[in-house]
């Protein structure tokens, strides 16, 4: 089933949430909304649904305006960060829950949500857990069950607001690739909304990032993370290092700092370039492409590398530049707070922005 907007607008009093949001989700796609909170993603998500209406704009669903239609009328599945199990019900009256509510003529009979079920929760992989209640399954069981309580309606769309927000990030990482391999086996719509830019960049087919209220910009993981079209989308998916600077012939410079540029840029005035911490080395004496001193400020130790952060001498730069160097680097280097090197950009990922 795709998915259509066209030029959604919400408000709340005088606040507007939504500033005309257009977005085409084909059918299939598996598609995050990211952005930080309150940039407008669960009212979008409320409006597909439609949970909340929008002031103006128009919703398609397989071309068909569903924009005035009920909630019920638009089947869809939800699953929410909390999963709003019924706690007293067992793990597959949780599940027929919907089915059961259903108006006569749309109910399946008993056995066919028997079967239904228990279909579900081989899905699922929960089969073992049926008669169990709410109160005796962990939080990724929790929030399995509330998957398939939403697939058990067959809805063509499936929104998913947060799903894995309440839980701890081993379990997190294991549900998403769960989700992600469900998805590709039954091959339905999902709008999902995260603000963790990790879950989106690898879950997705493509991210919407959003900003108060407004589509920054819509992209492949993979083209988002490598060209992102403004400075917010570039900081919102991972740290990165900025040198304000002055474009003059083949180099960017500022104060004692220079890059030299892979092309010669053909304007001239002030540039931003940026890096991510794996695009660029560091080293004791500069080359012969860059100058870029640093001071050593503080070592992290994060797992399978050493994260060092750094304070640019001489030049600007609004944050401090954090670079990862590896265990062995770290061992043969053995850097202090306060020691001096250089930043060694890999060139073929500049990315310059004026
Ligand atoms: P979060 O990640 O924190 O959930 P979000 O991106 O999902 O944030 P929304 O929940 O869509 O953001 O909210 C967008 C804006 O609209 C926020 O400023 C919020 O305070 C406001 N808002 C949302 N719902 C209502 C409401 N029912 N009444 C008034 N304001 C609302």
């Given at each position: 089933?795709?998915i259509?907007?066209?030029?959604?607008?919400?408000?709340?009093?005088?606040?507007?949430?939504?500033?005309?949001?257009?977005?085409?989700?084909?059918?299939?796609?598996?598609?995050?909304?990211?952005g930080?909170?309150?940039?407008?993603?669960?009212?979008?998500?409320?409006?597909?649904?439609?949970?909340?209406?929008?002031?103006?704009?128009?919703?398609?669903?397989h071309?068909?305006?569903?924009?005035?239609?009920?909630?019920?009328?638009?089947?869809?599945?939800?699953?929410?960060?909390?999963?709003?199990?019924?706690?007293?019900?067992?793990?597959?009256?949780?599940?027929?829950?919907?089915?059961?509510?259903?108006?006569?003529?749309?109910?399946?009979?008993?056995?066919?949500?028997?079967?239904?079920?228990?279909?579900l929760?081989?899905m699922?992989?929960?089969?073992?857990?049926?008669?169990?209640?709410?109160?005796?399954?962990?939080?990724?069981?929790?929030?399995?069950?509330?998957?398939?309580?939403?697939?058990?309606?067959?809805?063509?769309?499936?929104?998913?607001?947060?799903?894995?927000?309440?839980?701890?990030?081993?379990?997190?990482?294991?549900?998403?690739?769960?989700?992600?391999?469900?998805?590709?086996?039954?091959?339905?719509?999902?709008?999902?909304?995260?603000?963790?830019?990790?879950?989106?960049?690898?879950?997705?087919?493509?991210?919407v990032?959003?900003?108060?209220?407004?589509?920054?910009?819509?992209?492949?993981?993979?083209?988002?993370?490598?060209k992102?079209?403004?400075?917010?989308?570039?900081?919102?998916?991972?740290?990165?290092?900025?040198?304000?600077g002055?474009?003059?012939?083949?180099?960017?410079?500022?104060?004692?700092a220079?890059?030299?540029?892979p092309?010669?840029?053909?304007?001239?005035?002030?540039?931003?370039?940026?890096?991510?911490?794996?695009?660029?080395?560091?080293?004791?004496?500069?080359?012969?492409?860059?100058?870029?001193?640093?001071?050593?400020?503080?070592i992290?130790?994060?797992?399978?590398e050493?994260?060092?952060?750094?304070?640019?001498?001489?030049?600007?730069?609004?944050?401090?530049?954090?670079?990862?160097?590896?265990?062995?680097?770290?061992?043969?280097?053995?850097?202090?707070?306060?020691?001096?090197?250089?930043?060694?950009?890999?060139?073929?990922?500049?990315?310059?922005?004026?």
């Amino acid at each position: 089933m795709s998915i259509t907007l066209e030029h959604i607008d919400k408000s709340f009093g005088a606040f507007q949430a939504l500033h005309g949001i257009d977005l085409d989700i084909p059918d299939g796609e598996l598609i995050g909304l990211l952005g930080p909170s309150g940039s407008g993603k669960t009212t979008l998500l409320r409006i597909i649904a439609g949970l909340e209406s929008a002031d103006g704009g128009r919703i398609l669903f397989h071309g068909e305006d569903v924009t005035r239609r009920h909630v019920r009328e638009r089947r869809v599945g939800f699953v929410f960060q909390h999963y709003a199990l019924f706690r007293h019900m067992t793990v597959a009256q949780n599940i027929a829950f919907g089915l059961d509510v259903l108006p006569r003529k749309q109910r399946p009979s008993a056995a066919e949500i028997r079967k239904r079920v228990g279909n579900l929760l081989e899905m699922v992989q929960l089969s073992h857990l049926a008669d169990r209640f709410p109160a005796q399954l962990s939080g990724g069981q929790k929030q399995r069950i509330a998957l398939a309580r939403a697939l058990a309606m067959q809805p063509q769309v499936l929104l998913l607001d947060e799903p894995f927000g309440a839980l701890d990030a081993r379990v997190r990482k294991d549900l998403r690739r769960w989700l992600r391999s469900l998805h590709d086996e039954l091959n339905f719509t999902s709008v999902f909304v995260t603000h963790d830019q990790e879950e989106a960049l690898e879950l997705s087919d493509r991210v919407v990032v959003m900003s108060a209220g407004r589509i920054e910009q819509v992209d492949t993981p993979e083209a988002l993370y490598a060209k992102p079209g403004s400075r917010f989308v570039f900081d919102f998916l991972g740290h990165v290092n900025v040198l304000h600077g002055e474009l003059a012939g083949d180099r960017l410079a500022s104060g004692d700092a220079w890059v030299r540029l892979p092309e010669a840029a053909t304007a001239s005035g002030e540039a931003q370039l940026y890096l991510r911490p794996h695009e660029v080395r560091l080293q004791l004496s500069a080359v012969d492409h860059a100058q870029l001193p640093l001071q050593v400020e503080a070592i992290n130790l994060i797992g399978a590398e050493v994260r060092l952060e750094l304070r640019p001498c001489g030049w600007q730069c609004d944050t401090l530049w954090e670079i990862g160097i590896t265990h062995a680097e770290y061992h043969s280097w053995q850097p202090r707070r306060g020691d001096r090197c250089f930043a060694v950009p890999d060139v073929g990922h500049l990315f310059i922005a004026d």
